[in-house]
């Protein structure tokens, strides 16, 4: 798990570098130029001013509806990553008893065990490496998508309900929501995992972090944040709501055991 984490920080980290975030201050309009801009972060950016126009001129509203078709497009994705992740779970007991079985850590003992989980692995017909590939995909489309809000000066022109869409919310009543949101829909995504050391790191450090940032950016991210965690509670429910209600009763007998 651990060298899964290290794999999916550095991805995010080469997709950023590799996204042009060089460039994040810079508006985005029709002359910018680079294949990032033209074809990821533009095309975006028209999409949210089109749907502006339809929408009254609302920005704020434009962001939540082009949130909410960005999230579906990419649901397929979604939903593939996270039925890779729970057939590793499922997994995991058989995979610490091979750790147990082969816990020298002499060469031999652990290549035999690197062959005993592979093997395990193809028993099954689980790909390790199938959740991350969904995750390269999407990344850069979210990522676009986030630099076309930033971008957009347009929409820093607006408000919306009691922020300007182009400020960091006054009260901080997006950011705490945002973090919440992140905080749940992290938990959710956990279930069945809470023995983990580096899942429950993440489950605090992501957060965290999402709050902080969300109390200086922009007030329109943190609502595309708000909105797409919302989207996702919702996604996770529906595709482990049977590991959340085992890990619910769990806890409950646990808690009448004692």
């Keep these: 798990m651990k060298k899964r984490i290290l794999l999916i920080v550095g991805l995010l980290l080469v997709v950023s570098l590799l996204t042009g975030c060089t460039e994040y201050n810079q508006p985005i309009t029709p002359d910018s130029k680079g294949f990032w801009n033209e074809y990821i972060v533009y095309p975006l950016s028209l999409l949210i001013i089109k749907v502006a126009e339809l929408l009254g001129g609302s920005f704020g509203f434009s962001i939540i509806v082009v949130t909410l078709i960005i999230r579906f497009a990419i649901l397929p994705l979604m939903i593939k990553q996270t039925k890779s992740s729970k057939a590793m779970q499922a997994l995991q007991p058989e995979m610490q008893k091979l750790k147990e079985k082969y816990s020298s850590k002499d060469q031999k003992t652990q290549q035999k065990l690197q062959q005993e989980t592979m093997a395990l692995f193809q028993q099954h017909g689980v790909n390790p490496l199938a959740g991350c590939f969904p995750l390269i995909v999407q990344m850069p489309i979210l990522i676009g998508f986030y630099h076309a809000i930033s971008r957009t000066r347009e929409i820093a022109e607006h408000n919306f309900m009691w922020f300007d869409l182009g400020s960091p919310d006054p009260f901080y009543i997006l950011p705490v929501v945002a973090g919440i949101t992140t905080f749940i829909q992290q938990k959710m995504m956990m279930a069945g995992q809470e023995g983990n050391p580096q899942m429950a790191m993440m489950l605090w450090l992501m957060p965290i972090m999402i709050v902080v940032f969300a109390i200086n950016f922009p ?34 007998a646990g808690g009448a055991k004692k």
Aim: aromatic content about 14%; glycine content about 12%.
């Design 219 to 252: 007030a329109a991210l943190s609502l595309y944040w708000v909105v797409g965690n919302l989207f996702m509670i919702g996604q996770t429910y529906f595709i482990k709501g049977p590991d959340l209600k085992k890990a619910k009763a769990a806890g409950n």
